[in-house]
């Protein structure tokens, strides 16, 4: 089955949201969507997610899944005022309490925040499946970049979240806790293993160098060729070299102490204070 996908980009965040459909049939699902944040105000904002509402508004859909690929580091997850407005059901790999684990002690959490994944609707392990509609989703675990890394393959799509770039931009940092290039490598190996014809879909894209549209698009043939990190029979020794050398010279997102504190409790904010206002910690010299 041939989906029909529609993207939405995030040039805040280089972030691209997907919708996902039935090719015949109303049954769509969201996949990484974006809570507008301004870190200065410390504002929300919901233009990208009424973007995505509007468009399935439009086109008389039936959202039922809001996917999430990993707690992401860089935007801030808009699924519970989707899920608010729209219905669904909020899914994203089980490996979540390891990252709620490691990250409620970053935050000082108190006993309150629950590191058992309660939050998210839906965990999902390797091997399991979905259905939009008619459609069938099966998940692949794809760690490395964070613990929690799934890749969703819906039909002839694959949405591969931040494991795999553009061919010509290569692949996602491994330091943050609980990452690994070693785990990364094969990662991407099994995404790679997907038929050549399969449809990728990244959940970034920054322009690589002589490129001067934004891209995110490509397929599993074209990533085997092209792939400036892993691409060409790359050996595991030399992408782990190469992506350590590389992720030293990183510095962190910009939005990730506010991303990860409320991309773990499934987009929702930390809980008010008794003022009725609800605060994001930064730890000093704790990431």
Known sequence: MTPIVNAFFDEAT????????????????V???VLDFDYASGRTDTRSADAVIAFIEAEGLELHWIL???????HLSAAPYIQQRLGGKI??????????????????????FQRDGSQFDRLFTEGDSLHI?????????????TPACLT??????????????????GTARCDFPGGSAETMF??????????????????????????????WESTV??????????????????????????DATLAMPRLIIPSLQVNMRAGQMPPPEDNGVSYLKVPVNGI
């Open 186 to 215: 094969d990662s991407v190996q099994k995404i790679l293993r997907l038929p050549d014809a399969t449809r990728i879909f990244v959940g970034h894209d920054y322009k690589a160098p002589g490129r001067d549209v934004y891209a």
């Open 91 to 112: 899914g994203i790999g089980e490996k979540i309490r390891v990252v709620q684990d490691t990250f409620g002690k970053i935050f000082n959490e108190g006993t309150e």
């Open 68 to 74: 999430e690929t990993h707690v992401h580091a860089d």
């Open 133 to 145: 509609g008619q459609m069938r989703g099966d998940v692949l675990h794809t760690p490395g970049h």
């Open 14 to 29: 280089n972030t691209i949201s997907y919708v996902v459909r039935e090719p015949e049939g109303r049954a769509c699902a």
């Open 31 to 33: 996949v990484d969507s």
């Open 221 to 246: 043939g074209e990533q085997k060729a092209r792939n400036v990190h892993v691409g060409a029979g790359r050996s595991r020794e030399d992408f782990v070299k190469m992506r350590t050398t590389r």
């Open 152 to 169: 969703y393959v819906i039909g002839d799509a694959a949405f591969v979240g931040d494991t795999l770039f553009m061919p010509d931009f």
